[in-house]
């Protein structure tokens, strides 16, 4: 298993039930990847993913090995899911309660809220299409998007979020609220498949929850339920090349030149970098260097975590604050690859939560901003510190009064950290865009089109990025993956 993100931890945990023997490899210090944690000056922060749906795909990996979640683990609801504060100061609250949403639109904009209701009609049903019943099944042959193109011109999947919800909705701000979803995938709304119209009834079905003590205890309850299989977790051990004889896997060599022989090899690794980095051109007829350039990738982000000698009561768990363009800023990002003068930001507060992240009197936080991926021409090494300071000036002239005199602890996170610390092909945060053309079968395969033997998990493959399609990924090799006894 190359990785130990969330994909590679649920693989390994599937695969061991199923009888192979695991090894995991991980180039840092520790387990999570994108969900690693850092402490600092006695503040925990999650440096990535911090929204956690649809718990009962973790809840399936407890009970492979035997125990309940609920003994290790306590997933707390969050609500409101995140309160949008748009650039003119007005406010909406998303949640699970039909009744609240029902009150927020009344009052931002009472004539959408019929066509607000049918919006979520569809996204009940596009949720039980595209994930309920597509989420863990693999697209292996043309055969199988095939299948699925009925349901998919049905659902209106051929047209992007944005669109389809404006079919529904007539006020610009509640078509932000109902449209933004994709970004937390990696996404731009104006071009993302309409499939992604999945995430709002996501959300209210299984809520959205907050890991008590972070994220960083998923990943230590993952770990934890590997160890106790008696798989192999090895860190500081960075994958140099996948071996291959022919069209096989043979295993892998590590940066130090140790090989490790394998039958099976599962690459969490960042999909294009996987096939670009790690296996030689001659191995690769569907996804080769021309085709991994001429791909499209996701945007970047810019994250900045601070601490706060003050508490900021006031401020939800989660806070998107939207800056005065919507769609030009977006082109900005994923189109011309340009990093703009104004912003919009996602304001993580888990002491809103869990106060234990922080010292007494203190909050934590994260602000996270996207960004253009490396492709752009943004010189990150000498741009960090004046956008982290602009950041930081707009939060205190918004919804944290007197910022900069309270803020403790600090540390930045730019696309060079994904690229260089992750394996991030180009930076991009989420792999491929969620593109139609780059989704199911066009995606790169769970089951390596080329390369008898490896296999691929994570955001970069099928059903795509998001906790709950990485966790997804891991269970699509229940399918793919001969059982060990069968071999």
Not at 181 to 189: D, K, S, T
Not at 434 to 452: G, M, T
Request: net charge positive; charged share 20%.
């Amino acid at each position: 298993m190359i990785g130990a993100g969330f994909g590679g931890l649920a693989a390994a945990i599937r695969l061991r039930a199923r009888g192979y023997r695991v090894t995991v490899v991980e180039k840092l210090d520790a387990a999570g990847g994108r969900a690693s944690v850092f402490r600092q000056d006695g503040f925990t922060f999650d440096a990535g993913p911090t929204i956690l749906t649809a718990p009962f795909l973790l809840e399936e990996l407890w009970q492979l090995c035997g125990r309940q979640m609920q003994d290790d683990l306590t997933l707390q609801p969050v609500s409101p899911f995140y309160r949008i504060r748009f650039d003119d100061g007005s406010s909406f609250d998303c949640s699970g309660n039909p009744d609240a949403m029902r009150r927020e639109i009344s009052r931002l904009s009472p004539a959408d809220l019929d066509g607000y209701e049918r919006f979520m009609r569809l996204s009940e049903v596009t949720c039980r299409v595209g994930f309920e019943q597509l989420g863990a099944e693999p697209f292996n042959s043309l055969a199988d998007m095939a299948r699925i193109a009925p349901d998919l011109i049905r659902l209106g999947g051929y047209q992007s979020v944005y669109r389809l919800v404006s079919r529904f909705i007539k006020n610009e701000k509640l078509r932000i609220v109902c449209s933004f979803h994709p970004l937390l995938i990696g996404g731009n709304p104006f071009t993302a498949s309409a499939i992604y119209t999945l995430i709002p009834y996501l959300e209210r079905r299984w809520g959205v929850h907050f890991a008590m003590g972070g994220t960083g205890e998923v990943v230590r309850g993952l770990v934890n339920l590997i160890e106790a299989q008696g798989s192999t977790m090895r860190y500081d051990a960075e994958v140099s090349r996948i071996t291959v004889a022919g069209n096989r896997v043979q295993g892998v060599q590590l940066v130090s030149g140790e090989t490790i022989s394998a039958d099976i090899v599962v690459s969490n690794a960042d999909a294009a970098w996987t096939y670009a980095k790690l296996l030689p051109p001659a191995s690769r007829r569907r996804w080769t260097d021309r085709k991994l350039r001429r791909a499209r990738y996701s945007m970047s982000l810019f994250v900045w975590h601070f601490g706060t000698d003050h508490r900021y009561e006031d401020i939800a768990h989660h806070t998107i604050l939207l800056g005065p363009r919507y769609r030009e800023l977006l082109a900005d990002i994923f189109k011309r690859k340009l990093l703009a003068k104004d912003f919009s930001l996602y304001l993580h507060r888990p002491t809103a939560t869990d106060p234990s992240l922080a010292p007494p009197g203190c909050d934590a936080f994260y602000v996270l901003s996207p960004v253009p991926n490396l492709a752009g021409a943004t010189d990150w090494q000498t741009a960090a510190e004046p956008y982290r300071a602009a950041i930081e000036a707009h939060l205190s002239a918004t919804v944290l009064p007197d910022l900069r005199r309270h803020v403790v602890t600090s540390k930045l996170i730019t696309p060079l950290d994904f690229q260089n610390r992750l394996c991030a092909w180009q930076g991009a945060a989420f792999g491929l865009e969620p593109v139609l053309r780059q989704s199911a079968w066009f995606r790169p395969h769970n089951r390596s089109e080329d390369i008898k033997g490896l296999y691929l998990v994570g955001a970069g493959t099928h059903p795509g990025a998001g906790v709950p399609g990485v966790l997804s990924s891991a269970k699509v090799l229940d399918r793919v993956v001969p059982h060990a006894a069968a071999r």
